[in-house]
């Protein structure tokens, strides 16, 4: 069974307020990453890394931040969170060798901006 | 651009076998997944093809036609607990990121 965290779990907050999402993973994994996907829909790659040191822009990356300090840790930051940012959020990881280099998913984060 | 297709909604009954479709045209291909997805659950991992064929895992199987750009996957003796949604999603290159259809909800019935 995977070991990947998310917290919180659900989240409700006012507009213009700073964010950070938490991931931890404890696998050991070099690959991370950060979706968003509301109900119905495909998930959306927001940021991605490859690890430490090391993090790349997904397809909805302009209005959020992440960091790779640790190999287990890979937080995101929405630094003004609005409405349209409400939406539930995944943290994913893989291993850098293995077949078929298959994600791990986070419980997610379902967040609410009023 | 890439786009992923699959049908919004499945209708099966339980014991039965249902077939999800997905189709794919994508400017790289390095192989193809299947994650289920449980209402208001994350993702979970359930096969991939890189090569034409078919995989068979238990219940389920997948399909893959690299020329057609064309995969399904294939569920046996349906359970209710198998009401989920059904991913599929392409890895594009070797960097390891995906590009996800928008799933398909397959919806069990008695």
């Known amino acids: 069974e995977a070991d990947i965290y998310q917290t919180p779990r659900y989240l409700v907050i006012g507009t213009g307020k700073k964010i950070t999402l938490e991931c931890s993973q404890t696998m050991g994994h070099d690959k991370m990453y950060w979706y968003q996907q509301d109900p119905g829909m495909e998930l959306h790659l927001i940021h991605y890394s490859y690890g430490v040191n090391s993090t790349e822009k997904g397809d909805l990356s302009s209005e959020s931040t992440v960091s790779r300090i640790r190999t287990e840790h890979f937080p995101l930051t929405l630094e003004s969170a609005r409405p349209s940012h409400t939406s539930q959020y995944l943290c994913?990881?893989?291993?850098?060798?293995?077949?078929?280099?298959?994600?791990?998913f986070g419980p997610g984060t379902r967040l609410t901006v009023t | 651009g890439q786009n992923i297709d699959q049908p919004t909604e499945m209708t099966a009954t339980e014991g039965a076998i249902v077939q999800i479709n997905c189709t794919y045209q994508?400017?790289?291909?390095?192989?193809l997944f299947w994650y289920q997805q449980h209402a208001g659950e994350a993702p979970t991992f359930l096969s991939y093809?890189?090569l034409d064929g078919l995989e068979e895992k238990g219940r389920f199987s997948s399909f893959l036609s690299r020329s057609k750009g064309y995969s399904y996957l294939l569920l046996k003796e349906l359970q209710m607990k198998d009401s989920a949604s059904y991913l599929c999603a392409v890895q594009m290159d070797s960097n390891y990121q995906l590009i996800w259809g928008a799933g398909t909800k397959l919806i069990i019935k008695p």
């Open positions: 093809n890189v």
């Open positions: 994913a990881s893989s291993p850098r060798t293995g077949n078929p280099y298959e994600q791990y």
């Open positions: 994508t400017s790289g291909f390095n192989g």
